[in-house]
Structures are given as C-alpha cells and as structure tokens.
C-alpha cells in the first residue's frame, strides 16, 4: 500500500508539474492558471485519498477556493492577477500545513501568519527527503547509487548550462540543438521552471500522503497576558461611546439641514460629501481594534455586573460604528455622484462593507460573553469572500456604464479617467459610444485606437475579458494611433465645467479618489 502511495504521489506530482511547465511558462494569463490550480488542488486531494483513505473538510474547503479565485486569471485584464496569485499561495499553502485537521472550525486566523514562511520550509524539505528516498525502492545497491547520482548531477548539470551558456558559444550552441529536440520547452528556463513546480507539488502531495494527524504551528507563550483594569476600560469606551454618539447625532441633524447650511462654514455639500469616508473608516477600524485589545486585556477578577456594563458599551460601541459606516458609505455614493464613479472608490465601498460584516461578527461574539478564536477566522472569511466576489465581477464595465448613465443626464463625462481602466471596460465604452458627450468622444476614440488587440493566443491563453474586448475592437473602425508624445486634446485633459478630474490629486481624500 505504501509503493502504491508513494507512485501516485510521485505520478500526480509529475503530470502536474509538467503540465504548469508547459501551459504557464512565458504564456499570458487566461485559463491555464485556473486550469493549474485545479490540477494542483486535486494532486493534493489524490494523494491524500490513496494514502489516507479520506479527505478532510478543511482541504476541501481551501483548494476549491483557491480554485474559484484561480478562475479570475480567465474573466479579468486588470491589474489583480499578483493579489490572485498571492491569495491562492496563501490558501493552498493553508491547506499544506493543517492537512489531517479533520473540523473547518479548528482552522484560526493565526495560521495565517505561519504560512509565508511555514508552508514553504515543510514542502521544500519534504520534497528533499522524498527524492533523497526515492531510489531506497531499488533493490541493487549499486543501481541505487546510480539513481541518487543522477538525482544529484542532473540539477547541477541544468543550472550550470543556465548560467555558462551566455558566456561560452559551444555551450550556447549545444542548448540550442537540444532545444530544437524539444521545440515546445525552452531549455533550460523551463526544465528549472518545472522542477521548481514538481518541488512544490511533490513536497506537498508527500506531505498529505505521511502526514496523518494535524501538526499545526505552536505559538510561544509570553508567559504573562497584559491586563487593563476596569476603570481604565470604562473610561475608554464611554469616551469613545460619547464621541461617536455626538457624531451620530449630528449625522442625524443632517438629513434635515446640511452642514454647509447648518453651520455657515461657505463648504459645499459637494465638498461636504467627498471629505470624510477615509477617515470614517479609519475611525471604525481603530475603535473596533480597541475594542478587541480590552476584551483580551480584561480582568479575570472582573464580576458579572462589570463584564455586562462593558458588554453593554461595546455593543453600543459597535451599534455606532455601523452607522459611522454607513454615514461614511452614503458620503461615497454623494461623491460618485458629484464626481463619477472609480475603482478606488468601489473599493472603497467593499472595505466598508467588509468592515460592516465583522462588526456584526464582533456583536455576536460581545453577546455571547466573550471573544473567542473563530472571530479572527469569520473576518478572513469575510474578507476573502468580498474578494471573491470583485475578482469574479467586473467592476470595471459596471463603473463605465455608470459614468456613462451620469454623462446621458448631467453631460458630464471624464474621459481621461477611461486611460487608467483595463480591456475589461472596452466592450462597454465601445457599445455605448455615441452616449458619450461629443466634446468626450474623440478622445475616447483615441485611446480605443491606441488599444493593441491581442492576437493569436493558444486555447490555454483565452481571456474572456482580452477576447470580448478583441471583438468590440475589431467592430469599430477605430483611428489610427497618435505618436509617442503627441499633445492630448483639448477636451481629454481640460474636465468638463463643474466636474472634479477623477485622476486628479487635487482630491482632498486621496484614500478613497
């Protein structure tokens, strides 16, 4: 049963290996990643099933999603791929390191921070002791020797033609012939590509094969918790209560007179609308982390009267936060309104109402007497289920069809915001080209004939944003592109009466422009 594991772990890491090596070296993004990921996340599920006869929750759980993630390398062009990388990263790399958890509530926030630097130093030397063992199944000792000799000389061999091949033409010359035999894999950047793959997938799949129970990271004990006492807690949140109430109350005041027309201050409701939501959202990040810090910090001598007076703050803490979100949130919606829609400002949006979800997730906590560990796990949750909702929207095409929407009734369209959005937003700018204002639309037109099609891509390079993008392009009878240097025109780079640039770094929250 063992050599039965062992040829699969071995064989699934190898295919997969070889299949990365030849569909992601020097391709452009589209569906090979999620193709990859896939493959990668059933290698590891394989080897765990023969070996083990099961497969646990939580593997689950992680390799799906970073499968679902993986997915936005095939619908996006924007510039999100190294987040989508480095999120898969961190999940599969999850996945290694809590294999044999048996429960998803087991899982904490705090292997997060183990995993950068955990879950490669157990891959790179699993993999090490797998291929060191690797030749003990040959029965001859001296066939044995032979296998670990060329194991050993084979990488050596490959890493010094990398690197004397530039420098001698003989040795440039024999690379070339051998790469000739293999027309489809560049030698040697691509042998060393896939055996960085095959060290990934072999040390993980043999470590789902060996690894029979959870060996999750031991955090020291500091031996001694920090306490803050009752007076110095009571004392930081009924300020903290007071403050924000006050806030809350004069939010309130404001849906029936302005500010501007409240208190004189000559600031229009424009600018009134624009100034803020950074800092709201800062306000609620850092009330909500102070709340955290008292709950771990509480008294363990503190009686029943004091820990429901202290609960009973804190909810009316996170009760005010949500409404400061929401005050915030509504100041977003009033500036896009006034100035046109952004992705700094959606995103914007998403961090508030991801921040709205785990205080509501803190609430329930608060409500139940105490804080416990899967808090930490709900707000990952959270955060990487927004995440997975803008990677596989396009918010782009939505932001362009608003400021078109605004451009049809107000007339007021930036049209040098268009040059920061990806091919994502091209089919629609070109679909709903004659609603642009005309003062708008040859600049538009411009940077559409400065767009470079895609050209001839393999099938495991389609893109659907690059392909639907291809085919609004060629439908258009598109200008030629300016020279390098040649002087914008006049309504690209002058903004429409009455509108604030989108791009400018005129805006007073830069945060959140």
Not at 44 to 52: G, N, P, T, Y
Not at 101 to 128: M, N, Y
Not at 301 to 316: G, I, K, P, S
Not at 337 to 365: D, K, N
Request: glycine residues 6%.
């Amino acid at each position: 049963m063992r050599s039965t594991a062992s040829a699969v772990t071995w064989t699934a890491a190898l295919l997969t290996s070889a299949l990365g090596a030849a569909i992601l070296f020097g391709a452009d993004p589209g569906i090979n990643w999620p193709i990859w990921v896939a493959a990668a996340s059933v290698s590891l599920i394989v080897s765990r099933l023969v070996a083990v006869g099961r497969v646990e929750t939580p593997l689950l759980v992680l390799t799906a999603w970073a499968t679902v993630l993986s997915v936005g390398f095939a619908l996006t062009d924007n510039e999100v791929y190294a987040l989508i990388v480095a999120s898969d990263a961190m999940l599969l790399g999850l996945a290694t390191i809590t294999l044999g958890t048996e429960k998803w509530s087991d899982l904490s926030a705090k292997l997060l921070v183990a995993v950068p630097f955990l879950a490669p130093f157990r891959v790179a030397t699993t993999s090490a002791r797998e291929v060191a063992d690797a030749p003990n199944s040959v029965s001859s000792p001296r066939s044995r020797s032979i296998i670990k000799g060329a194991l050993l000389s084979v990488p050596l061999v490959i890493v010094l033609v990398a690197l004397l091949g530039s420098a001698d033409p003989v040795i440039r010359w024999s690379a070339d012939r051998l790469t000739a035999w293999l027309p489809d894999w560049s030698f040697p950047p691509r042998m060393l590509f896939f055996a960085f793959l095959l060290t990934l997938t072999l040390g993980a799949n043999s470590i789902a094969r060996l690894q029979l129970a959870p060996k999750l990271p031991q955090y020291p004990d500091i031996g001694v918790t920090p306490r803050v006492g009752l007076t110095e807690q009571r004392m930081v949140l009924w300020s903290a209560a007071a403050v924000l109430w006050l806030f809350v109350l004069l939010q309130a005041s404001y849906l029936i007179h302005p500010p501007p027309a409240a208190v004189g201050t000559g600031v229009t409701f424009a600018d009134f609308a624009r100034r803020g939501f950074g800092e709201l959202s800062f306000a609620a990040t850092l009330v909500g982390a102070i709340i955290l810090v008292l709950e771990y910090t509480r008294p363990a001598d503190a009686t029943e009267r004091d820990q429901v007076l202290l609960r009973r703050l804190e909810l009316a803490l996170v009760i005010a936060l949500e409404i400061v979100l929401i005050s915030a949130f509504r100041r977003v919606i009033l500036y896009e309104q006034a100035y046109g829609y952004t992705t700094a400002r959606v995103f914007a949006q998403a961090y508030m109402i991801v921040m709205a979800l785990s205080l509501a997730a803190l609430a329930l906590e608060i409500t139940r007497g105490r804080v416990s560990v899967s808090f930490g796990r709900r707000v990952a949750e959270i955060a990487l289920g927004a995440f997975t909702v803008l990677i596989l929207w396009n918010f782009e095409a939505w932001i362009a069809n608003r400021n078109i929407d605004r451009a049809v009734t107000t007339g007021k369209f930036d049209a040098r915001y268009t040059r920061q959005l990806s091919r994502d937003a091209v089919p629609t700018l070109v679909a709903r080209l004659t609603e642009i204002p005309v003062a708008q639309r040859d600049s538009i037109m411009i940077r559409l004939g400065c767009t470079k099609l895609a050209g001839d891509r393999s099938w495991f390079e389609w893109n659907r944003s690059v392909a639907a993008a291809d085919r609004a392009l060629r439908s258009l009878e598109r200008p030629p592109c300016p020279p390098r240097g040649y002087p914008q025109l006049k309504a690209d780079s002058v903004a429409t009466p009455g509108v604030a640039p989108q791009s400018s770094a005129s805006a007073p929250n830069k945060a959140a422009n």
